[in-house]
């Protein structure tokens, strides 16, 4: 059992039980509250400190203070004094030396400490079952010393006597000696400097050995013994209180047979009896004392020989070449690595040395009163090797490099060493060598191998000073294997290693460790096995790991492979040897990766990322490729023990917000490690989330905790147990009881913060209804909503905050790997409608307050339409006030949310002074938050529903955007507008954000909009064109003074066009054209402008405009290909519709002119009054016969509304024109010489091929059905504008071929059918049809139903005399095309099949005839021309 450094006081085997002994074994502490629903609450341990090691109880006993919450993170430096008073009485003795400590000086020393260093800070590392804890730290010289030294060429060498409480550091030219212990705490200012033996020019850079000796009988002071590469010895017995200080010293010679030899190793193995091994492997004994007891250097060489130390004939064989004195490594190459001191053995007064090459082993036993004597001398790495082959059942070659050796109290021998073969190549794997003799004499056999979980990458050296070392404190079983930058801890049991911890460092690595353990050991050893070190940076660290905790836990589980490290004995183990590229054979101890990554993070979160001077290093490694899933079961096992307080590295505490922060800082810490680690790839997003959630809710507990502190501190009525009750309920619809709901909750169930809010949202509305019922009720019910509105702003806003402040660690912002599917705890659906039932509420709340107290606030909020509030029923609020571009009632008022005045912070802090104003206000403040907090909630769970494909995310998406426009308007007639403002441009509601330019500060809307448009670009500038074309503000939408608004309008005109290519866009989109100097596209929206005109005057314009723009096109690019000459050719097709409209209109008038009684106005002057009723009226009739009108009633009305349409100037369709063209049959020529009148006759006597010529010239812009139906109602009515009964009487008999061609001449289908073929030059046969195809039967559907019948009740006036054509009426209008489908049925039967065909002939001779005429006459002419320039040429 060990205890931490900084509580206990040193003891050197005191015979009293350590301080962690008394307190006890391990027991339960306060017994923890019973756990909440599975699907609720998460489960937690039963006993919170079942699982703390005892040697731990010092820790919690200091935490765990009662009513001391001032000085939670440091120690009492009162109780700490009175402890050091009373242990330092003590009388404690060394069992090793056999002497009383010296209390009175240790009371001495103790009483002038200053206040021990926290426990904290002083704990690097502590596991179940070992622990790294900072004894001291470099005192300020030596910490000048090590500054001032370049490790890469100096080499530095460094140790600690635990014994004594010293430490040193050595340089080629001196040594720094200091006591480090607390007992000595008094003189760590005092650094004393020893000179070492003067170098020469081959060892200006090579570090004398150093040796500590425990001062006999001085517990405070310190031998030396320093030892030169070239053997010189210097010797101080006393370094603290020797009478003549640090320059007294004794001075040896080594006298080195070789003199290219040096000395590499020294070890102390008997209480003043060292031995010095040099690199060729001699071997001298130091004696610090003589037989007297007197200090006195006396040196000797080892020899192999037996017999007298100085004997003459031991002096004669040397001298005649005798090898008494051979070295050790005989072979060439071959060095000493280690040696080691043993047990005693028979001989009296005599221990075991132990010398250890890089090929053999040797040993020796020494002794103080006899000759030294030469054992044995073996090949050790054949035995490993043959060993290793052995163990791990390989048939090739082990190559074997041994590294330090270190003798156990037991007598065995144990030999750290590295094992390749050519598969592994130069990737080593370390292994521990159990050796064991049956008698001295005799050559041990290796009885136990087993491999290390350390590897490092590279080839470890096998001399110098990062040549590994292995140290077993007291003679095991606990041993250290140190290396230059970790140290591996094992613990044996029997021939296997039954326990095995790396504790790896920084950059600073180890300078050195304690001593060897001195001889004898005692007699019985402790529970602790203990390593001292020096580290660069760090100053003076001890390592321990508890044996007697290991070796119980192995007892109970000797067959089976223990999660927290078991063992493979090398008897029942069968090991093989793995693949090039991993790891030599199977670990001793075992653990599964979860565990031994959670270990390592456990470590690093609690000890090593929140103290900057931990020199240990945790860093982890993943060879996974990808996610690795052991690393993140352990992340989250580590972060969510924190998050429940079942981890028994955090000590419960009575101030629950430090407990909280304390919290909080581990859980960051986990990802902090994760990410410093390079390992951020290894885990999934999902993972990290999980981790950020867990974080984020210590956070919001972190706030919440805060927030009922200050409302206990306000002590404001029932109000302020709000969150108290509710937790209370909450944990009791849970089935938890406990007597502080409260603080049981923050200790043990935040992990359930989120279950909160939805708890909260089931049950806050029915709460207020409740209080509702009288005046006090209400009251209470308004601040209740109050306090729920700062519960949920302090659980989320910390949450977002700590979020977004981290999301880099995390690696969760919008530059993560993939997006998340899983469901954080903010963006729960219940959060999301909780959020949005706050916000009507406070709004509402704010409705309520202000109409009693505050006139001002209420009449902004009664004139302010929200989006989604508007009545259409109510004038007053049929449209909101922020669909005008300039509100009169929000502009002038100023934004509240400034800096208040001294008056405003007066009411802030005084409650009572008027606390209806103080709530309205408060609560107004609360509406920015809740809005913030609802709009992200909404767009992470958008998020959420997107990536995981669920149907209802199109459905929230369209609430969301609802509610967003709303509270974020909602804020204006609150005095918010500044809070408005960065709403509307946080999220992105563009909108709203115009609007409010426009709707708070007209007077600098081009400035903000200028800026916004720089933000956000050509997004803010769609919806800013949108908001004009909304109010038809044409001359600010076209108003544009920037290159990238030009063409970012140009672009929307264009899109808002192909979106309805017949809406306003068509007609003010060609201005901006022309302003762009784009003249195509101006001519495109010209013609289509003119084209959708409804009146034929602005159609002439348009199409007039159109042309012109179209004429700049070509000549600028000269182009006329066949596509310029169609559009061309379309323009002119519909200027002449215009013509065409016109000219019958006045037609018409001067019809109605020449025939009534009275002029009616021109065309452009009408007005639709009764007078143009009247014309229009007369115009039908006087165009038509009474057998029409009688015959055709339903197509008479539709003329008429034809003629009205004309007649006020309203463009016609196609269809529509052709009706008007060929229904009248009673269409008579302007009598006179006019030119007008004559442009009259031509288009009453054309009228028929007129339409078809247009309808040619349209058909690209008419479906086939009323291409085909205009045509056939076309050639019908030609058919029918003859009396085909009445010819066939006169030319149906026997009559002459001249008559009947001059009858057939005079028929208007010779007429139409003329100028068809010859003067349009119609093809035929496309736009002809036979008497026989011309039925309407196959139209009659489309003619009435279609196309007549809904037609013109947008055309007729309310107070007009004629009736809209109807579904009702669609039969009569049937009716008369079945009635002109009879008459064309009599004149078929009248052979008007053969007439056309006859009069289709005529008219194409005659054609040719013409044609021929045409071509005669030109080839006269031609030769003509020609025989006139052969006389000329003649002549």
Known sequence: MFTSPSVRVRRRQATKPTRAEALGSESPTDQAADSLAAQTLPRKKQVTEAKRPVWLAPFAQQALQPNDTSNEHTTNSASQAALSESEAGLSAVDASKGFASNASKVDFLRASDPEPQPEADRVLLRGDKHAVFSIASFPEAVGRQLGSVDFGSVPIRSGVNSAGGFAFVATPTSCLVWPYDSASSAMTSRVYRLAMPDPDDTTVFETPLVALVSAENVQSDVGVLACSPTGQLRYWDRVAFGLGGTDRFYTANLDMPDASDRCERIIEVFSGLFVVATAKGYLFQVLLQDSQGATELNVHCLSKGAGSRTGMLSRMSSLLGGSQFAPVATDAGDVVVGIAGGERTEIRHSRELFVLTRQRLAKWVVSQSQPEKFMFSMDIVQTLSAAAAQRFDVDVDVEVDVYDIAAMRSGDICILAGLYTPQTGKRVQLVVGMLRGNRVSVEPEVVGLWPLKYAPDFRLCQTGHSQPQLVLPEGGPGMFAVFPKAIVGVVVSGTSAVFEEVVSFRDEGILGTSSAPQFPYASQSTSESSLFLTCAGAGVLQVCIDKDKVLASCAHSANAEDQDGEFISIETSAASWPGSGTRVGKASVTSSPEREYQTQIEQAVFFGLDNAHNPLSFAITSHVTGVDSALETAVLRVSQSILDNTSHFIVDRLDIGAHLNERLRHARAVMQFISEGALTPK??????????????????????????????????????????????????????????????????????????????????????????????????????SYEANRIIIS??????????????????????????????????????????????????????????????????????????????????????????????????????????????????????????????????????????????????????LENTGLSEAHALVCRYEAARSRYIMCLVPLARASVAFRL???????????????????????????????????????????????????????????????????????????????????????????????????????????????????????????????????????????????????????????????????????????????????????????????????????????????????????FNELLRCIWNGRMLSVEDLVDVLTFPDNMSCIEGSSDDAEQYNVLVRERYSLAVDILSRASMNLSEQTREATLRTIWRRVFLSDDWPEIHQRIGGNVPDSELRQELECTRLYNVLQSCLATRELAHPDWYLLPIDSFATSDLDYLASTRLAPRFSSDVTPDSEWKPLSATTSPAVQKDYSAEDNYLRTAIKCNLGSYYSEILRMVTDQIAHTTRSVHNSSDMDAQASTETDSMMEFD
């Open 683 to 784: 885990l999934s997003h999902e993972t990290r989330a999980h981790l950020c959630a867990h974080a984020e809710k210590l956070a919001a507990a972190v706030a919440l905790w805060e927030y009922q502190n200050s409302v206990w501190a306000q002590k404001n009525g029932a109000a302020s147990q709000l969150l108290a009750n509710l937790i209370a309920s909450f944990l009791e619809s849970a089935g938890l009881q406990t007597s502080d709901p409260l603080r049981t909750f923050f200790r043990q169930h935040v992990a359930a913060i989120g279950d909160v809010l939805v708890f909260m949202s089931r049950n806050l509305a029915a709460l207020r209804r409740a209080l509702d019922d009288n005046e006090s009720g209400r009251r209470d019910s308004q601040l209740i």
């Open 984 to 1198: 509307a441009v946080e999220y992105r509601d563009l909108a709203s954000l115009v609007m409010l330019v426009f709707a708070t500060d007209s007077e600098n809307a081009a400035m903000h909009l200028r800026a916004y448009t720089e933000r956000f670009g050509r997004d803010f500038a769609d919806v800013l064109f949108a908001y004009y074309e909304k109010r038809q503000a044409w001359a600010s939408l076209l108003y544009t003074q920037d290159a990238d608004f030009d063409s970012w309008l140009k672009r929307y005109v264009d899109s808002r066009m192909v979106e309805n290519p017949h809406g306003p866009m068509a007609q003010i989109g060609w201005i901006h054209d022309v302003k762009m100097n784009d003249f195509g596209a101006a001519a495109a929206k010209l013609a289509r402008a003119g084209r959708d005109s409804l009146e034929v005057d602005q159609a002439r314009t348009m199409l007039s405009l159109s042309k012109l723009a179209f004429i700049a096109v070509e000549a600028e690019n000269a182009v006329n290909d066949d596509t310029t000459q169609e559009a061309h050719s379309r323009l002119e097709d519909a200027l002449e519709m215009c013509q065409i409209q016109e000219s019958l209109s006045r037609y018409f008038t001067v019809i109605v002119r020449n025939n009534r009684d009275y002029a009616p106005e021109l065309v452009w002057k009408r007005r639709d009054d009764v007078s143009d009723k009247k014309a229009v009226l007369d115009a039908a009739m006087l165009t038509t016969t009474s057998n029409c009108r009688h015959d055709f009633p339903a197509l008479y009305t539709v």
């Open 795 to 944: 659980i989320l806003q910390p949450a977002f905050m700590f979020r977004f402040q981290n999301a880099a660690l995390y690696a969760i912002g919008d530059l993560s790997d993939s997006p998340s599917t899983c469901e954080r705890w903010t963006e729960h659906s219940a959060v999301v409608d909780l959020l949005m039932q706050r916000l009507e509420a406070s709004y509402s709340l704010c409705r309520e307050i202000s109409g009693q107290h505050c006139a001002s606030i209420y009449e902004r909020i009664s004139k302010s339409v929200l989006p989604n509030d508007e009545d259409p029923s109510d004038l007053n609020r049929s449209l909101s006030i922020f669909d005008d571009a300039i509100s009169i009632s929000h502009a002038s008022l100023p934004d509240a949310t400034e800096a208040p005045s001294s008056e405003e912070a007066k009411m802030r802090l005084k409650l009572d002074a008027s606390p209806s104003l103080t709530l309205l206000r408060e609560t107004i403040d609360q509406m920015g938050p809740l809005a913030n907090l609802f709009f992200r909630a909404s767009v992470d769970r958008i998020s959420l």
